[in-house]
């Protein structure tokens, strides 16, 4: 009769980036280890920075489509036939 080796089920942390096994026990030990502690809150960190990046851009691209909006409104007051037109198409488009 032979024997023949077979491996543990294996757990995959995505964080870490490594393998262990896959023994309920094993996983809470790595879980609660502070490599994956500090992954986990570096990946939170990472991710809280990126959302705050991603609304300033969006409040600065508003801000600088309203200032566009301000000088065409101001431009069109100036010229009487384009203003009809202009200042409709401007309150009518939605920069959102
Ligand atoms: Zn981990």
Redesign the pocket.
């Known amino acids: 009769m032979t024997t023949y080796w077979i491996s543990n089920k294996k757990y995959w ?1 995505k ?2 980036k ?1 393998w262990c096994d896959a023994k309920l026990s094993q996983i809470k030990k ?2 609660s ?1 502070n ?2 502690k500090e ?2 809150k570096n990946l939170i960190d990472r991710n809280r920075k990126i959302k705050y990046t991603q609304e300033n851009n969006d409040q600065n691209r508003l801000l600088e489509l309203n200032k566009i909006r301000k000088k065409a409104l101001v431009s069109f007051k100036m010229k009487p036939r384009a203003s009809l037109i202009g200042t409709f198409l401007l309150k009518n488009i939605n920069f959102k």
């Open positions: 942390c964080m870490c490594i790595h879980k280890g490599k994956h992954k986990y």
